[in-house]
């Protein structure tokens, strides 16, 4: 691991001690975050799955029941009878604060107080197979307005692990080995400095005793 | 992030969303009747638009089908990072593409490294 370009000096090896202490708590918060976000995250993402196989499933259904409604129906007539819908629905968000990522909630309101008023026709001039359709898909309504709210949750969460993951990656594999090896390389040269001090006054003092004695130790 | 709680008259309290369903006419009439928005098109150029519209106003939810949204995925991606809208791909009439479920796929992957589901 390199060693960060500083200059080996006393202060320096004090901050960088300092950056260490820092860059480890960083790094275990980090690491704590990202593990419970993770496990927060599986479970969500497998509800996620389970929710929109069984959506898909639900609109396909409803979409047969639609192409058989247009097949025995005329194009303008169904056009009329959906042309204005009697419903009206209306949504209020809260955030929720998962591990710092905001997640959405959502809270659905209707226009009208009953949640069956949504055939927006008369039944006389239309098909029954219209009915169905509608019908299958109010009834999975809730699934796919709770897909919605799930699977952004999925999205922001696997951003904000991925982000979580390279920082506690870059802390454990750069920032902390070369703080650890930079403390390292200045703790050796300080070391380094001082014995070079202390041979370098030994001969010093054995010079000026030659000088002042007149003998050789 | 984008999302803000709007300013009314009583302070700042929850505003009030709304949902819109994106995709040819045939597959999202139904959900006029639930009260659902609609905004039928096929053309990549105005789903675009109207994708850019709806974001920008106070749609949280955009249902689009599987068949409109693989025309325009560079869209799509933009909003991914944003708490709304929520860009939610539903299947059409031409039936199931799976990329619905691909994109929880890579969710996983994205966040754990691999697809660990299944």
Known sequence: MAVLSVNPTR?????????????????????????????????????????????ENAINEA??????ARSVMQNEVIDVALMMPKQELQLEIEQRNVMSVMIPSFNTKLRTSDENDIYSYGYAFTSCDLDDA?????????KILRLAEV?????????????????????EHVMIPGYQETIKYITMKLDENERSTTTRLMKVKDMMLAEAHGYER | ???????????????????????????????????????????????????????????????????????????????R???TPAII???????????????????????VGSDILN
């Open chain 1, 11 to 55: 202060m320096e090896l004090t901050n960088l001690k300092r950056k260490l202490v820092t860059a480890l708590r960083g790094h275990k918060l980090l690491k704590d975050k990202r593990d419970e976000l993770m496990r927060q995250f599986l479970e969500l993402v497998r509800e996620n799955n389970a929710l929109r196989i069984e959506v």
């Open chain 1, 63 to 68: 979409n047969k029941h639609m192409a058989i």
């Open chain 1, 134 to 142: 509608i019908k299958s898909l109010s009834d999975v309504f809730p």
């Open chain 1, 151 to 171: 699977e952004k949750s999925c999205q922001l969460m696997a951003i904000e692990i991925e982000k979580t993951r390279r920082r506690v990656n870059a802390l």
């Open chain 2, 1 to 79: 992030m984008n999302f803000h709680l709007r300013q009314s008259e009583k302070g700042f309290e929850s505003f009030m969303y709304r949902i819109a369903v994106m995709g040819d006419k045939d597959s999202i009439y139904g959900f006029a009747a639930l009260g659902l928005e609609i905004y039928p098109t096929e053309d990549p150029d105005t789903a675009v638009d109207t994708l850019k519209k709806l974001a920008h106003n106070d749609y949280a939810v955009i249902y689009i089908t599987e068949a409109l949204a693989a025309k325009i995925p560079d869209e799509i991606e933009k909003y």
């Open chain 2, 81 to 83: 990072d944003r708490i």
């Open chain 2, 89 to 111: 791909l539903i299947p059409g009439i031409f039936g199931n593409t799976g990329m619905g479920i691909n994109n929880v796929k890579r969710a996983v992957e994205k966040a």
